[in-house]
Each structure stands twice: as C-alpha cells, then as structure tokens.
C-alpha cells in the first residue's frame, strides 16, 4: 500500500488539535563530541510520553472518519503505542483492547490502564503479544491496528519530518530509533519527498536488529532478540509488515548501538540537556556517541522518540559511572 507525502500532510491536519509540536533544540554537548552541528527533535516532551501519539489520534481518527461508528480496535504493544492509542481513544470514543508482553514497563502499563483501555498484559514477548492481539481480532471483529504497519500510523509519524524540514530545511541527516519500522517509514517518505539530499538513518539494537538482518538478505528474517533496556525497539518484523519495502527502498542506512551505549546517552542527556529518556528513546542520540556516522561539519537531528522509563530503572542507570 502506497502512502504518500499527501497522506501525512493530511495526517498533520488530522491530529494538530490533540498533540504537541514538540521542539527541535540544539545540543552542544553532542555537537561537541562530534564536530557537527546536533539538533534534538524532542519527542520525549510529547503528551503520552513518546511519538507514537501522532499515529494514535490520525489511524483512530481515520477509522472514525471511514467508519461513521464508534468501532472496537485492538492493538499490541511494547508500552508507548499502546498508552497512545488509550489516550486517544479515550478522547475519541473508541472502546480499545492492548496486548503487551508481562514485562512491558510498569509506566507503561499503568498509563494504558489509566486512560481506560482493557489491558491484557500476560504474553510472554512482545511478539507473543502481537500474535494473541491478531487472533483476537479474528475472534471478535474487532479492527486490529499494527504500532508500525498501518499507513495511517506511518503517516502519523511523518509529521515528525515535516516540522524538522520546516525549522531545519539545510539539516543533512535525521536519525531514527527503529524497532518495526513505522516511525522510521514515515519519516523517509516524508524526507525523501521534501529534501532528497537528507540521509536518513535508522538505528537499531546490537540485541535486536531485523532490518540489517532482513535487508542483507533482501527478504524479512527472523532474527534472535536478545535482552534490552530498550524494550521499544525489540523484537521481529510482522512477515507482512509494509515497513520493510518502504525502508529497503528510501532508507540511507541502518546501524546498531550496544547497551553502553544507551546508558551513557541516558545519562549524558539527563546530565547536558536535562532531558529524561526511555532506552529506545536515546537510540538516536547513542549512535552519534558512538560514531556510528559522521556527521562533523555537517547538520544532523536526532530523534529522541520516548521519554516512558521505570524511575527504578533510571535511578540506576544515572547512578553508573
């Protein structure tokens, strides 16, 4: 299926009541440690915690749009869809079931729970929880809705480039946090469709990284995901994603970060730009850490996706040296 730069214009028309354009700063301590020029898009400061509001409110909006009804959706999640999707359907009636791994962050969980969706929260993986969703989905008739292989979630999250391009038309890079792909989707089509000179990176996991498995090996391939603090970009690919032609086609280049290096840009950010961030959040920001592209002399944006972390977990973490 075809998405397209009209489609997250719309998008961006869709949900401008209900979220926040969050800013787009400048980071000297990064651009210190890489001689470039480091903007942070801080979706962290997003209402929910994390991007993934933007595809929430357009894909509810768009089924309420099509449906005329008040429809029952169920989504999986690793934690920050899944909030999303509850504040939103919250807002827009949408009576909601979220399948998440028994592990998903307690912050998570409890915000998922506190706008009202029904959570069931007993699969042993995020993948269990994607499997368990779909089948219910088939049982009830309810519409499921992938955090990543949706066009209207995609083209949520695109909005994301449309206010970098606006703010920064001459940026040479933009990097992204990448799990299943959706936030990374949109963000290409809607770079490529603007400023095709961009280079658009997606950062994956040492532990968790289907997209360089998959795109060396020209198909979708099942990979072993190990243990992360970022939980959010775990796990494989849908063998129906639409993500994978989108990134095989417009994506400059994947690279890997290690779990030091999420902690050092955790507590890195928290200690320069007195931002809080998720695991998966900082992936962007690890990268540039661990020089995984040089940006020096050049413009580069980072997007830091979530800020939704355990206090436990975080105190730890700040208190490593």
């Not at 962290?44 to 994390?50: I, K, M, N």
């Not at 959706?73 to 690793?78: I, L």
């Not at 996991?205 to 289907?210: D, F, N, R, V, W």
Request: hydrophobic residues 45%; contains cysteine.
């Amino acid at each position: 299926m075809s998405i397209t730069l009209d489609d997250i214009t719309v998008a961006r028309d869709r949900i401008t009541a209900y979220i926040r354009r969050t800013p787009l700063t400048p980071s000297p301590w990064l651009s210190e440690i890489t001689g470039g020029r480091i903007l942070l898009k801080t979706e962290c400061l997003q209402t929910t915690g994390s991007f993934k509001l933007r595809g929430a409110v357009n894909a509810l909006a768009a089924l309420l749009e099509r449906s005329g009804g008040a429809p029952r959706v169920v989504t999986a999640s690793a934690g920050n869809h899944g909030r999303a999707m509850a504040w939103a359907a919250e807002r827009l009636g949408v009576e909601l079931t979220v399948f998440t791994a028994h592990d998903a962050p307690k912050t998570k969980r409890d915000g998922i729970r506190r706008h009202g969706a029904d959570l069931r929260d007993a699969a042993p993986t995020y993948d269990d929880a994607e499997r368990l969703a779909k089948t219910f989905a088939t049982e009830t008739g309810a519409t499921y809705i992938s955090p990543y292989s949706h066009p209207d979630i995609i083209a949520g999250a695109g909005t994301i480039a449309l206010e970098v391009l606006e703010e920064t038309p001459d940026a040479n890079w933009i990097l992204v946090p990448t799990g299943g792909g959706g936030l990374l989707s949109g963000i290409a089509i809607a770079a490529k469709a603007t400023a095709p000179q961009m280079e658009v990176v997606g950062v994956e996991l040492e532990t968790s990284h289907p997209f360089r498995t998959s795109l060396a090996t020209g198909r979708i391939t099942e990979i072993v995901v190990g243990e992360s603090i970022a939980d959010g970009l775990s796990g494989n690919l849908d063998s129906t994603t639409i993500t994978f032609a989108i990134v095989e086609r417009l994506v400059n280049h994947t690279v890997v970060v290690s779990e030091g290096g999420l902690r050092q840009g955790i507590r890195g950010l928290v200690a320069n730009e007195q931002l809080i961030a998720e695991g998966a959040g900082i992936a962007a920001v690890a990268a540039l850490l661990e020089g995984a592209v040089n940006v020096a002399d050049q413009t580069a944006v980072a997007i830091v996706s979530g800020a939704n972390i355990d206090v436990e977990q975080l105190t730890e973490i700040l208190s490593e040296r």
